[in-house]
């Protein structure tokens, strides 16, 4: 079969692999614990999916502008604006409006990054963002920190890639999918100082930013001083804070002159974003003391399980070892001390799934081969279950 190469290296999302498998399982009949999601499982608040109803009643249901409508648009600058602690100027038109935050991604990457261009993608990664890389025909470049410093990267880590040259690009994640690691406010700012003084463009993509056990909100690039951002472009949405993963919004915030381009892609493509989606938005991001409650009964919810998972860990599998989560809802678990000799990642989640019954992702999937992910977006009993199940196979 002759296809482009736009598309000669893309790969499905392999974090459905194990998520397949335990579906049919389970449809089988089999008891599964299945903690491979990768969204919240809270409803969306009713406020919000009230404004997206009515504005069907409305008859809000015709073409916006690409980019978004432009209260939506004025709504997450003044939330962008709010949550960063130098309550930095953010202009509206510095926001389009995507169908998720990764369609933000795609724009942003596709738009920014092409042949030559190398983009530095830190270890363990999202599983996506290669692809987009790749789909833009750059080529992603994979750095990894220390294990003990929950594998963010340093300035050191990225000088290293950049003397062979051809860097264009960095992406950041934090709270990271799939580590949880969360990096400070002045780890941040050494990395964009660094991207400044190199002309690289840093994409950071925030959207657990409100996912956070150590606050109300993880630091995000706009908390740093604005003649850093320049470069720098922020990725977001409503997925996860909202509980709206299904809705499909995101957004991404520029310079002007990047958003315009970014609008002019998404009109080429698929224009503006679910109308009435636009409009559910727009309530989650202009209610702020309704969404604020919201947010918080879903974080601490997140926060409290996570705590119950660390103690049923520390408990049952003293020896293994995890990145302590700061912020998402994920734990990233190394297989060192429970995978059988010769096991890669893969091997060991189908043997968990089988002779357990406990569906997770593995870690080959976000670029580690030596570890595993257990998403904590189910119920407290859940948890508590598959960390016994997963103690039973040793
Ligand atoms: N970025 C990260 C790190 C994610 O984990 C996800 C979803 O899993 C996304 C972006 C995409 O979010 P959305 O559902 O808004 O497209």
Do not use: H
Request: charged share 25%.
């Amino acid at each position: 079969m002759e296809l482009s190469p736009n598309i000669a290296a893309l790969q499905p999302s392999a974090t459905m692999v194990v998520a397949n498998r335990a579906k049919e399982l389970a449809a089988a009949g089999k008891d599964i614990v299945e903690l491979t999601v990768g969204e919240p499982d809270f409803d969306t608040p009713a406020f919000v999916a009230e404004a997206g109803i009515q504005a069907i009643r409305d008859g809000r249901t015709r073409y916006t502008p690409a980019a978004g409508i432009n209260p939506l648009r004025a709504a997450v600058a003044n939330d962008l604006q709010r949550l960063s602690t130098r309550s930095v100027e953010v202009d509206p038109q510095g926001v389009v409006v995507s169908a998720g935050a990764k369609q933000a991604l795609f724009n942003v990457i596709f738009s920014l990054f092409g042949p030559g261009d190398r983009v530095i993608v830190p270890v363990p990664y999202w599983t996506t963002y290669p692809e987009l890389i790749q789909i833009a025909r750059a080529e992603p470049v994979f750095v990894k920190g220390p294990e003990e410093n929950s594998y963010k990267i340093s300035v050191d880590d990225l000088e290293a890639v950049a003397a062979r040259g051809g860097v264009k690009g960095l992406m950041i994640n934090s709270p990271s999918n799939p580590s949880g690691a969360v990096y400070s406010t002045s780890e941040l700012q050494a990395i964009a100082e660094w991207a400044a003084e190199r002309k690289v463009w840093l994409v950071s993509d925030e959207i657990y930013r409100r996912i956070y056990f150590r606050g109300k909100v993880a630091p995000g690039v706009l908390d740093l001083p604005s003649e850093l951002l320049e470069r720098v472009v922020v990725v977001d949405g409503a997925s996860k804070a909202f509980a709206m993963t299904g809705w499909r919004l995101g957004f991404s915030y520029s310079s002007k002159a990047v958003a315009s381009k970014l609008s002019a892609l998404q009109s080429q493509t698929t224009s503006n974003v679910s109308t009435p989606t636009q409009y559910a938005a727009l309530a989650a991001y202009q209610r702020e003391d309704e969404a604020d409650r919201e947010v918080e009964r879903m974080r601490a919810a997140f926060e409290n399980r996570k705590n119950v998972l660390a103690a049923e860990l520390k408990s049952r599998l003293p020896d293994v070892s995890y990145v302590e989560p700061e912020g998402a809802f994920y734990f990233f678990i190394n297989t060192k001390n429970l995978a059988r000799p010769g096991e890669n990642s893969l091997d060991f989640c189908e043997r968990l799934l089988v002779d357990a019954n406990v569906a997770v992702v593995p870690g080959a999937a976000f670029g580690d081969d030596s570890y595993f992910r257990l998403s904590f977006a189910s119920p407290e009993s859940a948890l508590v279950e598959a960390v016994r199940r997963i103690a039973a196979t040793r």
